[in-house]
């Protein structure tokens, strides 16, 4: 399983234009995620022998819970918890292109920076695509065995990082706006470069405005 790199919502800001036939469009929302993105425990340990800590040896789920709040679509913010804990800011740079920060504090920390451009914002349906750079880090102890975790209570004793980058495309079908819920989508693809290895990550959410 991957590393828990959260799924950065405030991205939904980049289809949240105000429209003429409303007061405002949606400013509010709590979500739920399901997310494989991050590095592997395996690409790590390509680059690093030792013994990692991983969500994977308590059996967390792979499941986020979201806080996101926007401004029109100018600049939003969210706040995750659950197997990715972080949060994450978009702001629009000008005209149709967004710039997304990404933190995550989950399994030893990660960190992205996204600069994609909106490609279409109907009623029903959005999307954006671009490029993402990023740097996944990882916990880990030097003597341990394959039956025995030995990281305590004061944590890993050293640490491990990859970085990423390659591209990515967020999409959401979004009802009428009168409506208070909307499904939302990522998709990423790139290459590590310590390991040289192909790099693959996706989340769905599903989003209720209020």
């Known amino acids: ?3 828990a790199t959260h799924t950065p919502l405030s991205e939904l800001v980049m289809f949240n234009k105000k429209d003429k036939s409303i007061e405002s469009p949606y400013g509010n929302g709590l979500a739920v995620s399901y997310l494989e993105s991050g590095t ?23 499941f986020t819970f979201s806080y996101i709040s926007m401004k029109d679509d100018n600049f939003g913010y969210s706040g995750s918890l659950g197997r990715g804990v972080g949060g994450d800011f978009t702001v629009n740079l000008k005209g ?23 490609i279409l914002d109907k009623n029903a349906v ?34 491990a990082s990859l970085f990423v980058t390659g591209a990515r495309i967020r999409m959401a079908l979004k009802p009428p706006k009168y409506q208070t819920g909307a499904l939302s989508g990522s998709f990423e693809f790139g290459h590590i470069f310590e390991i040289n290895r192909p790099y693959l990550g996706f989340s769905v959410s599903y989003v209720g405005f209020y």
């Open 40 to 62: 592997e425990k395996e690409d790590f340990y390509q680059k690093q022998r030792g013994d990692y800590y991983d969500y994977d040896d308590f059996g967390t789920p792979n």
């Open 96 to 118: 149709d292109n967004y710039l997304t920060t990404s933190v995550s504090l989950s399994g030893g920390g990660s960190a992205r920076l996204i600069l994609q451009r909106r």
């Open 126 to 159: 959005g999307l954006a695509s671009g490029i993402f750079l990023g740097m996944d880090r990882k916990g880990y102890d030097d003597f341990c065995t394959d039956d025995i975790a030995c990281t305590g209570f004061g944590g890993p004793s050293n640490s």
């Open 1 to 3: 399983m991957s590393c």
